[in-house]
């Protein structure tokens, strides 16, 4: 049942309320919703607030350690701009299939969504081998100093969220073939697509921190 259809159906039965009391059947209405109707699209939002938070308390730490150092970075040169620029370019371009994710889903057409999250997976691993690239190229170790251990960290952090964002991806890619998608599956794909934003959104900063924060001493 699309949403449209389903919200069709809510506005037919508030037309339809009894006011004497008599008993309602609601047994047509759907079980699931998308967007703000999803109990899973507050829990994302939840998730996303304190992750974000952490983020940001993470790059509060970076600039405090810099503010107390004479020289930044401490001993060694910046991170090389290739594959973090690369990789910045293989996000953003997978916002494309994950919007077409997202869309597919809400409209519950299984072959989009099928063909959005095969072209979003490989994007995904094609984002984490560039990423395993990029610490190579950070030039320093995570325990060399101050600002190793904040720079790893950082990256490392984001790291995990795209870890644990392309883990769902593949297994809601995998079920999507192997299993009937009834509508609650549809709603995960879409939470799945509004968590990616997420991801992205916290990279720019970082790449930004990372990247170019230490080419501006």
Do not use: C
Not at 163 to 170: E, G
């Amino acid at each position: 049942m699309s949403r449209s259809s389903a919200t069709q159906q809510l506005d037919a039965v508030q037309q339809l309320v009894r006011h004497d009391g008599a008993a309602l059947d609601v047994s047509e209405l759907p079980s699931y919703g998308f967007s703000h109707r999803s109990v899973m699209w507050w829990a994302t939002a939840g998730m996303m607030a304190i992750e974000g938070t952490v983020f940001a308390l993470a790059v509060a730490t970076y600039f405090y350690l810099r503010s107390h150092s004479t020289t930044w970075p401490m001993s060694s040169p910046p991170p090389d701009l290739l594959y973090g620029t690369l990789n910045t370019a293989v996000l953003l371009l997978s916002l494309l299939p994950n919007e077409w994710a997202k869309r597919a889903a809400e409209k519950e057409d299984l072959g989009g969504v099928r063909i959005a999250l095969v072209l979003s997976t490989v994007m995904a691993i094609a984002f984490v081998v560039v990423r395993g690239f990029e610490f190579t190229a950070l030039n320093v170790r995570w325990d060399d100093n101050a600002y190793g251990s904040i720079v790893w960290m950082l990256m490392g952090l984001h790291t995990i969220h795209l870890l644990t964002d392309n883990y769902d991806t593949v297994v809601l890619t995998v079920l999507s073939f192997a299993e009937k998608m009834d509508g609650k599956r549809f709603v995960d794909v879409s939470e799945n697509a509004l968590y990616f934003y997420f991801v992205v959104l916290t990279w720019l900063p970082i790449y930004a921190v990372v990247y170019w924060a230490p080419r501006s001493t």
